[in-house]
């Protein structure tokens, strides 16, 4: 069975054996949950890091996700791509956390999912500062004081958070041999006409979503692509936004809810 959820940023309370038995489903040993962007197990090469692997390594089911935009890319980029379910992957752990790639097609269980994950970064307004910068240690100091939240290039932000124009050619490339037709799509954000609808769901106008080459790309693929439900993250929140999107957050979902 397929089940998915939304971001964890690190938190995977959810997923303990005490939250398990709280869901209306018993996850086992071939079961796939599948996580919609900023896992936060990739962040620091540290104790934590380490622990959690080991951790969500030794639950009964296999672990999936997309990127979202709070992960480390540099830290992902030194697992080796390799070849799973007919799309590009990176283990993480063989076999028990894999990470799947932008612009693929994967086959699961007989179901085919469309992924490409990545957002732009909404809590930023205090800066993306440089520790590079001569200037770092007063940019820091000028964003503290301002109480806007901040991040730093290569330590808590990094630029591949939007996809390169390669990764969006291989997806469009991927879809074309498809015909354009897959069961699901998982992504961290949405296209940028659904993150409109989104802010129009909370009663505002457009601007709280900024759109960007994703949004834009999605929204282009939205033009184009069949699917039955589109998945995503990113906007903490369990909504679904219409009969063809899916926004999660904390809830764990069953694929079979949706077919």
């Not at 940023?9 to 869901?23: A, D, E, I, P, V």
């Not at 791509?81 to 993480?92: D, L, Q, T």
């Not at 007989?110 to 990545?118: L, R």
């Not at 790309?217 to 009969?243: A, M, P, S, T």
Request: with cysteine.
């Amino acid at each position: 069975m397929i089940y998915i959820t939304g971001d964890c940023h690190g938190n995977y309370q959810r997923f303990t054996k005490y939250q398990r038995t709280k869901l209306p489903f018993l996850l086992g040993e071939d079961d796939y949950v599948i996580v919609c962007g900023d896992l936060g197990l990739l962040w620091a090469k540290d104790k934590e890091f380490e622990y959690n692997r080991k951790w969500l390594s030794s639950l009964p089911f296999t672990l999936l996700w997309v990127q979202g935009n709070h992960e480390n890319y540099n830290m992902i980029a030194e697992y080796p791509v390799e070849m799973w379910h007919g799309g590009k992957a990176r283990h993480i752990a063989k076999d028990k956390i894999i990470l799947l790639e932008r612009g693929q097609i994967f086959d699961i269980e007989g179901k085919t999912f469309f992924t490409f994950g990545g957002a732009s970064s909404h809590d930023v307004q205090g800066g993306i500062l440089d520790r590079t910068s001569p200037d770092f240690r007063k940019n820091k100091r000028r964003a503290i004081l301002s109480g806007l939240p901040f991040r730093i290039r290569n330590e808590s932000w990094w630029e591949q958070e939007l996809p390169a124009d390669t990764e969006m050619q291989e997806g469009r490339h991927n879809l074309s041999r498809a015909g354009y037709s897959v069961d699901y799509v998982i992504s961290h954000c949405l296209s940028s006409d659904m993150q409109d609808k989104l802010e129009s769901y909370y009663g505002g106008g457009p601007g709280l979503y900024e759109r960007d080459i994703l949004t834009d790309y999605f929204e282009d693929l939205e033009g184009k692509l069949q699917y039955q439900v589109w998945f995503c993250g990113h906007y903490h929140v369990n909504l679904r936004l219409d009969e063809k999107h899916m926004i999660l957050y904390k809830d764990i979902v069953s694929l079979d809810d949706f077919q």
